[in-house]
Nanobody, 123 residues
Framework: QVDLAESGGGSVQAGGSLRLSCAAS?????MGWFRQTPAKEREGVAT????????YYADSVRGRFTVTRDIAGKMLYLHMNSLLPEDTAMYYC???????????????????WGQGTQVTVSS
């Protein structure tokens, strides 16, 4: 069992920045950030294998968001810059095993989830 707790969400104007944090109770191979709005299915934002051996970003956030983990691997961060109104969503932290040396990109491949933190970007 892995307990995850997100923090750092909030409201910001377009072009601003936020940093999300996720604290895990134990270390897992893969951690990631997903987001969801009432109108959309949950989508992958970024994943990270161990402490940064491999990272993945959705096309919509690549170049603006950076995913990192601390050395112990139990803290996950999402540094979000140049935020856009379309980044508005509930952001979830997820944890799970790797597959073939990579982190899966589908939410169904993650067993452990946080409660979510809301990010709202106004234009």
């Amino acid at each position: 069992q892995v307990d995850l707790a997100e923090s750092g969400g909030g409201s910001v104007q377009a072009g601003g920045s936020l940093r999300l944090s996720c604290a895990a109770s134990i270390h897992t191979i893969c951690m990631g950030w997903f987001r969801q709005t009432p109108a959309k299915e949950r989508e992958g934002v970024a994943t990270i294998y161990l402490s940064g051996v491999r990272t993945y970003y959705a096309d919509s956030v690549r170049g603006r968001f950076t995913v990192t983990r601390d050395i112990a691997g139990k803290m996950l961060y999402l540094h979000m810059n140049s935020l856009l109104p379309e980044d508005t969503a509930m952001y979830y932290c997820a944890a799970g095993p790797g597959r073939g040396g990579l982190c899966p990109q589908r939410d169904i491949d993650y067993s452990y989830w946080g409660q979510g933190t809301q990010v709202t970007v106004s234009s």
